[in-house]
């Protein structure tokens, strides 16, 4: 059971090891996306249906008579979730002979919910990591099969640790499945829980009071999405790429004001220094360079931005 790109990856890595048999994939319904609201599928589904394996897309989860039947029927020795997206049932938790296992991206209890990858980068941790946790009925407070730590490099952003939590969870969802009758589950210490709830688009605003190091972990946290942004005369400013500019400390400057202009980018002052907006892009308008944006909008020294 899974719906987005981080797990189509583990789910590759169950399909090529011969050990496993999957008799079904259980995903998310087809979504309008863009603009124009094109019904697309989740990327497990089209995944899943390249290796010609069943697929089913229930709409909901509590009281589906029918979607319990079908497990019922498949009678899974274990059901393997991975951002599915869906709290699950105490109809569908017992159904399987070994449980319901949980692929998630944070050392647990720390940040239990749906966007540990984006708020660990965006509280600037060093670490984070990969827990398989069998799962019950509470949100992600089962107990602990096996865990496993990576470092958050300075460089990383939402896409890359993701691509790499992912490949870290396979591995350990394969071992902790060819181990299961071994392994000694452990309960979570929930005295030390975190919580890393759903993103929401007004978080990509920043305000020019933060610091540099607060701006770059918000960017590479949302870069996926909603980005971030500000306003420029009254119109949404979104930035695409920007890097810290440690130079700039001028006292007597309000923060969000445009202090140096050039061809390499648009320096913004900050709380403690400064940010080069190097690629952004203004409401109604496409991406572009900070160059083209300087010579079409003619934004210059001593403009602010809120």
Known sequence: MGTP???VNILQKLIED?????????TQPDKPVGRKQILTSPPVKEFALKFNLNVVQPDRLKGNQEFFEILNRINPDVIVVVAYG???????LQIPRYGCINVHASLLPEYRGAAP???AIMDGRDYTGITIM????????GDILLQERIKIEWTDDVITLSKKLSELGGKLLIETLKNISNISPVKQDSTKATYAPPIEKDEGQISWDMTGIEIYN???????????FTTYKGKLLKIHDMEI????????VQNGTVVEVDDSGI??????????????????????SARDFVNGYKIKKGDILS
């Open 18 to 26: 011969p050990s496993f048999n999957i008799k079904l994939v259980v």
């Open 117 to 119: 990858i984006q708020r």
């Open 86 to 92: 869906k709290i699950l049932p105490k109809e569908v």
């Open 134 to 141: 069998k799962m019950d009925e509470g949100l992600d407070t």
């Open 5 to 7: 790109e981080f797990a």
């Open 267 to 288: 320096v913004v002052k900050l709380k403690d220094g400064a940010i080069k907006i190097k690629e952004l892009q203004l409401e109604g308008g496409k991406k572009i």
């Open 218 to 228: 918000k960017f590479r946290a949302l870069k996926n999405w909603p980005g971030i």
């Open 245 to 252: 500019v440690n130079k700039w400390k001028i006292e007597d």
